[in-house]
């Protein structure tokens, strides 16, 4: 006689399967009731515990590692932050600060300065979305103003070169206003200023770069378009007057002489030392015109809208 599992004797002629095909009668009603039965058992067990500290079933609540000190926890991350230049590890000190301390005074200091140290560390995306955070749940805290400029900045910094897509340079400009709009007289705002006047030559500089593509491609009515855009929305970029070159180009070569001569006298009242103006005037002066400007012209219009005609 051979000897299955569990010390089973099985005759000659049968397989494990056919000797458990032989319960007894009922075998699978006794095996339901035992199931049941433990189960019932199980959670008598659980109830009887369920004041008692010690008992875990995966065990006992005292392997938990207990809570930090949280100036203990800040303060070894501004020691990662500063002495051992470790950014992300800072970050995860402060992040720890919150978790382990969500409702204090510490954990709200550890939220901007985890904005900081990943904005450090240039992962930006963390920073962002750390110093949002912090905006939401302190808003009219003295860092506030700080957590939005971080906001900017973080886009600032990830501004691509002109062939690329200009979604981060606008999000950029569009997150420095609101600290200069909000917070007009904080120390961030002076500098939220400079860096929108760069991101504005940048957006300038993308759509001279298209004007001059379709230029270049002959599509003069596409290449207006770009140009006006520089002219009307980025007059105080250093684009501005090359644009203003370009549309004389463009309109003379569509026989639109008056918007031709408006462009070149623009150029030459506002920026009568520019080398682009010198270009302009040769260019309308070999058509056998003079610069001149049409009070009715956009290019007149955008110029007196914000004072610079």
């Known amino acids: 006689m051979a000897v299955g599992l569990g010390g089973t ?16 009668p009922g075998s699978g009603r006794w095996g339901r009731f035992c199931a049941r039965l433990a189960i019932v058992l199980f959670a008598g067990l659980l109830l ?5 500290d010690t008992f875990n ?3 006992s609540k005292d392997d938990l590692p207990p809570d930090e000190p949280a100036d203990k ?16 590890g800072a970050a995860k000190k402060f992040e720890e600060v919150d978790r382990q301390h969500p409702y204090s005074e510490w954990a709200r200091k550890s939220l901007i300065m985890s904005a900081y140290a990943y904005y450090e560390g240039r992962a930006y995306d963390d920073s962002i979305s750390a110093a949002r955070r912090y905006i939401s749940l302190h808003p009219g805290s003295a860092e506030a103003p700080y957590a939005q400029y971080l906001i900017g900045s973080s886009y ?41 006047e760069i991101g504005r030559d940048q957006l300038a500089a993308k ?46 070569a569509l026989g639109i002489v008056q918007e031709a001569q408006t462009a070149a ?7 009568p030392d520019s080398p682009w103006y010198q270009d302009a005037y040769n260019l309308v002066k070999n058509g056998g015109l003079e610069p001149k400007e049409k009070d009715d012209s956009w290019i007149t219009k955008a110029f007196k809208k914000v004072g610079l005609g």
């Open 9 to 24: 004797h099985v005759g000659n002629g049968l397989d494990l399967m056919q000797v458990h095909s032989r319960r007894p």
């Open 73 to 88: 926890l800040y303060n070894e991350g501004v020691f990662l932050l500063n002495e051992e230049k470790n950014y992300k």
């Open 57 to 59: 079933l995966f065990g």
């Open 265 to 271: 006298a623009v150029l030459g009242h506002n920026f």
């Open 156 to 196: 600032f910094d990830q501004i691509p070169d002109i062939t690329r897509d200009q979604g981060r340079t606008e999000r950029a400009i569009t997150a420095l206003e609101e600290v200069t709009r909000k917070y007009p007289n904080t120390e961030y705002a002076l500098s939220a200023k400079r860096k929108i």
């Open 207 to 252: 759509e001279m770069e298209i004007g001059r593509v379709n230029q270049g491609k002959k599509n003069f009515t596409g290449a207006i378009n770009r140009f006006k855009i520089v002219v009307t929305q980025y007059q105080t970029t250093r684009h501005v007057e090359e644009a203003l070159l370009r549309l004389t180009e463009c309109y003379m």
């Open 48 to 52: 009887a515990n369920c004041g008692n």
